[in-house]
């Protein structure tokens, strides 16, 4: 089993700035991609950024240039620093880890985290 946790969420202003972590554990025998993913207040969820084993990236059109992900393999962990927010920017966050376990398919799974609200506001 795999267990994903956020952390870093907040009250921030317009133009401040935030970081995201998301720690990942368990019986993991690899991770092929963690994300981050965002639910603005009454639309479903989007993409805001993902990383592979690999180091490649993916970011969503409105973030670019203002976000940036990064990760820690040795830790499991994922981070996004966001910079610039906006108020659009306000939702909750959620971190996906795209993962393989220790058993005898390996077989890829998707863990969520349970969410970390960034609410960006005067």
């Known amino acids: 089993q795999v267990q994903t946790v956020e952390s870093g969420g907040g009250l921030v202003q317009p133009g401040g700035s935030l970081r995201l972590s998301c720690a990942a554990s368990g019986r993991i025998f690899s991770i092929d991609a963690m994300g981050w993913y965002r639910q603005l207040p009454g639309k479903q969820r989007e993409l805001v950024a993902r990383?592979?084993?690999?180091?490649?990236?993916n970011y969503a059109d409105s973030v670019k240039g203002r976000f940036t992900i990064s990760r820690d393999s040795a830790k499991n962990t994922v981070y996004l620093q966001m910079n610039s927010l906006k108020p659009e920017d306000t939702a909750v966050y959620y971190c996906?880890?795209?993962?393989?376990?220790?058993?005898?398919?390996?077989?890829?799974?998707?863990?969520w985290g349970q969410g970390t609200l960034v609410t960006v506001s005067e």
């Open positions: 990383i592979t084993s690999g180091g490649s990236t």
């Open positions: 996906r880890a795209d993962v393989r376990l220790v058993d005898n398919t390996l077989i890829l799974r998707e863990s």
